[in-house]
């Protein structure tokens, strides 16, 4: 069956490309709503006394995509803990918020908002509200799809607002045990022969712990001991990002390149190693697979 959603995240550039990957979404629109006045334009939304959100609406097959998914995508690219707006942008058109168009709606979104502060999920009360759809004002043609008319603007206002940093660091903390946390986003450094893999030797592959992304293979570790799972190569070395630690002398850090998470170092023990790209892996960043 066809229905529609509709939720306010901050600028709302930011919030079409998380649900638009959704298989079930037929259509996405970026508009205002929940104001008083008709057809407004983008400057006069930015004036405090419009009462106009900045929103996302959502034409989609609930037979396909439950609401309940889109909550789940709604939470995972917000800062539900932010009472002015969100990142860089504060304001009320930029505050987060949930408008309902049916009674199931409203009972799934107050129960997903009182289940978050319950289990203090995001370590504070959430601001997010509730309200009853109103009517929806499409934005601007500029406004739409931004994402894709202008990547590189788009990009760069995704990092520079510092919503990528903080979705970056939320979602591994709800996601990963503290050690974990502490290796993938602050660069701890395992203890040698006192982490999970460092003397694994079964067939499978090392799969990064955020995204699950298949980083290295049991047939390129390398027999000798270092203390940590090391290798002689990654699966697709398309796949790691290799960066000089500014830091640390000598050391290049090697980190996920889908989901940016710290893995590790390229071992510089001998000139050998460094030249040959051993790659020093913290267990804590990977998840072993074994082949069945």
């Not at 697709?236 to 002398?249: G, P, Q, S, T, Y």
């Amino acid at each position: 069956m066809e229905k529609t959603a509709m939720f306010a995240g901050g600028c709302f550039w930011c919030m079409v490309e998380p649900f638009e990957k959704l298989r079930g979404v037929k259509e996405i629109k970026v508009g205002y709503s929940g104001g008083i006045t008709k057809n407004p334009t983008f400057e006069e939304v930015l004036k405090e006394e419009n009462k106009h959100f900045q929103v996302v609406k959502l034409t989609y097959d609930d037979k396909i995509l439950p609401y309940s998914k889109l909550l789940d995508i709604y939470f995972n690219n917000i800062d539900p803990t932010d009472e002015e707006g969100q990142f860089g942008d504060k304001g009320r058109c930029f505050k987060t918020a949930i408008f309902y168009y049916d009674i199931d709606q409203w009972r799934q979104g107050k129960k997903y908002i009182e289940d978050l502060e319950e289990n203090n999920i995001f370590g504070d009360l959430i601001s997010t509200k509730l309200y009853e759809a109103k009517e929806f004002y499409e934005a601007e043609e500029f406004h739409q799809n931004f994402y894709k008319k202008n990547p590189l603007l788009y990009k760069e206002y995704y990092r520079f607002s510092g919503r990528y940093e903080y979705l970056k660091r939320s979602f591994a903390k709800r996601h990963l045990s503290n050690l974990q946390y502490e290796v993938t986003q602050n660069k701890l450094r395992e203890k040698p022969f006192k982490n999970e893999y460092y003397n694994n030797f079964q067939e499978g592959v090392y799969v990064d712990i955020l995204d699950n992304t298949p980083l290295f293979s049991s047939e390129d570790k390398i027999e000798k001991n270092y203390g940590w799972p090391t290798f002689s190569k990654a699966i697709n070395n398309n796949l790691l990002k290799f960066i000089k630690d500014e830091e640390i002398v000598n050391k290049i850090e090697v980190r996920s390149k889908n989901s940016d998470i710290h893995l590790g170092y390229v071992l510089n023990d001998t000139l050998e190693d460094f030249r040959n790209k051993v790659l020093s892996i913290n267990s804590a960043a990977v998840k072993f697979i074994p082949n069945k």
